[in-house]
């Protein structure tokens, strides 16, 4: 080795299963090349059993973190030493940090929609009235951010009462928002005073892309910013009814960039080149379509 080389990698990636889909890769790997960084992040296959094993792997790697995805969100709370305050509300982690021994548990999937918000839609959640769908794992990263930030009032709407009625008690109790939930039954009539509306329903993932969530679409107005959790493809028929009525909107696709960048930053402590990472992730998408 010549002198002064250094010919190892700083590893991170994602844990799951099924995980062979999951486009982080392209996005990480386009920021570390963007920062000239000598980072890897592989996209490995852990079945649901063997969390606990991967975990020790993680640790005798030395790797850096990992992000964590369908099964292991909530399994993977009991492998960590510490866990982030917000991350602790939604009893779930999607990125795992080391620092030195220690692995601390974080949620970026919130953060990386409170970003969307305030960022590109430029709306500061404080004070403001949400109504979101879905009451799922985005639902509840996406309602205990908001919460954080302080919006006055969430209101909950979705098929299945008891998770719905799960996150209205979880907000609650833990932060000082007031949370309701509404059972989803005929078309949603959204109250004319909200000011964010979510949709964190899987209603309109690949392949049913056509599909759209049970609503008066004549509710929306255009004081209101619409957004979608779904990634792919971004451009869904709900964000296309709600344009249609003056709202402002926003895609996924950027709460996944971001979601991406936080931990990025969280791992290599430097600014992450969101630009670069969030045009890797749309080619590789389209590439996919
Ligand atoms: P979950 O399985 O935890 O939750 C799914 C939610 O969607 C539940 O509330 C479920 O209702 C509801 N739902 C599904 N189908 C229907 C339907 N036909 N009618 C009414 N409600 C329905 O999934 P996640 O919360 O993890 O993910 C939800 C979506 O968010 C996915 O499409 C995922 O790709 C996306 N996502 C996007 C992220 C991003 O960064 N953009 C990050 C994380 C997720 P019920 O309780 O009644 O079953």
């Not at 020790?56 to 993977?76: I, Q």
């Not at 107005?221 to 451009?235: A, E, G, Q, S």
């Amino acid at each position: 080795m010549g002198e002064g080389m250094d010919y190892k990698a700083e590893l991170v990636g994602v844990f799951g299963y099924p995980v062979a889909e999951n486009p982080s890769v392209v996005m990480q790997e386009a920021g570390f090349k963007a920062l000239g960084l000598n980072w890897r992040y592989l996209t490995v296959e852990v079945y649901e059993d063997d969390l606990g094993d991967a975990m020790k792997g993680l640790r005798a790697f030395n790797m850096k973190g990992v992000n964590l995805t369908m099964p292991h969100k909530v399994a993977v709370l009991k492998y960590l030493d510490d866990v982030a305050p917000d991350a602790m509300i939604m009893g779930a982690v999607n990125t795992v940090v080391r620092k030195e021994k220690q692995l601390v548990g974080e949620n970026t999937d919130g953060k990386g929609f409170l970003t969307a918000l305030t960022k590109d839609g430029k709306m500061d959640p404080s004070g403001r009235k949400v109504v979101i769908f879905g009451a799922g794992g985005a639902a509840r990263a996406i309602t205990v951010e908001l919460a954080l930030a302080g919006a006055s009032r969430i209101t909950v709407v979705n098929r299945t009462a008891a998770r719905g009625e799960t996150l209205v008690s979880i907000l609650n109790d833990n932060t000082k928002t007031d949370a309701f939930f509404v059972p989803w039954e005929g078309a949603y009539e959204i109250p004319s005073d909200t000011d964010i509306v979510v949709n964190a329903t899987s209603i309109g993932f690949f392949p049913d892309i056509s599909a759209k969530p049970e609503i008066d679409y004549e509710t929306v107005t255009d004081r209101m910013i619409v957004c979608d959790v779904i990634p792919n493809p971004p451009h869904t028929p709900f964000l296309k009814e709600a344009e249609k009525r003056g709202a402002k909107t926003l895609d996924g696709q950027g709460m996944v960039v971001y979601q991406g960048a936080i931990g990025f930053t969280l791992w290599t402590g430097l600014d992450a080149p969101v630009e670069v990472m969030k045009k890797a992730l749309e080619d590789t998408l389209k590439g996919s379509e």
